[in-house]
């Protein structure tokens, strides 16, 4: 079967550096996505990986371990605007994570 | 150049009334995916199409959901008879194709809410 968990909440503050995971079990993998939702919006493309290793995108980036069924979004000089939920992707049969909700604080 | 757009943006209904949700991919797109997302929830995967037709339907919960698309465009999210558990947002998505590396691109949902 397939399973993603990521962290429900979590707080930061701004200018700070705050890592959201993912791990998952899946039996076939054809990439992950990380889409950015803001509060009543939809979600918007954040990053993709394939491989293993970092993609690095501005102040986001996103790093795969297909062999430990891992992954991270790293938001870096967090700013009040990403206070939003991060949604972790499996292409494979769509599986989306339920979110992080992230708060950031002043 | 126009992103995915649906409609209505808000539906009220009563239990028991059937809805019919809309959505216009970006121009091109060959792919097009139907999400649902209940309050506090993640998102849940229903359905499918490449061009007009549905390869994979197994995230329909009932058999009160159906879609359709034709000319490879506007697709439309069918609830007959609508219950309270209805009640969510429903997200359509398009992407260039269905690869792996297809991006697909979020239109701003319809808020439906079954009285």
């Known amino acids: 079967g397939q399973n993603i968990d990521q962290p429900t909440e979590m707080t930061a503050t701004e200018g700070a550096i705050v890592q959201i995971n993912c791990t998952y079990q899946?039996?076939?993998?054809?990439?992950l996505f990380w889409y950015q939702q803001h509060a009543g919006e939809a979600p918007t493309f954040l990053s993709y990986?394939?491989?293993?290793g970092l993609e690095e995108k501005g102040r986001f980036s996103s790093f795969l371990s297909r062999s430990k069924g891992y992954s991270y979004l790293l938001l870096k000089e967090l700013q009040m605007k990403d206070s939003a939920s991060y949604l972790c992707?499996?292409?494979?049969?769509?599986?989306f994570g339920t979110g992080t909700r992230l708060q950031v604080f002043p | 150049g126009a992103g995915v757009s649906q409609s209505p943006s808000n539906k009220v209904t009563e239990k028991g009334k059937d809805v019919e949700l809309r959505c216009d991919p970006i121009?091109?797109?060959?792919?097009l995916y139907w999400y649902r997302q209940s309050l506090g929830q993640g998102l849940e995967f229903l359905i499918y199409?490449?061009?007009?037709?549905?390869?994979?339907k197994s995230g329909l919960p009932s058999d009160r959901f159906s879609a359709e698309r034709t000319g490879g465009s506007v697709s439309t999210l069918t609830i007959q008879r609508t219950q309270q558990e209805d009640s969510a947002v429903y997200l359509c998505?398009?992407?260039?194709?269905?690869?792996?590396?297809?991006?697909?691109?979020f239109g701003p949902g319809t808020r439906l809410l079954v009285l």
């Open positions: 998505a398009s992407s260039l194709g269905k690869g792996g590396r297809e991006t697909q691109y």
């Open positions: 899946t039996s076939g993998f054809n990439g």
């Open positions: 990986n394939v491989l293993d």
């Open positions: 992707v499996f292409t494979d049969k769509l599986i």
């Open positions: 121009s091109g797109h060959t792919a």
């Open positions: 199409f490449q061009g007009n037709s549905a390869p994979d």
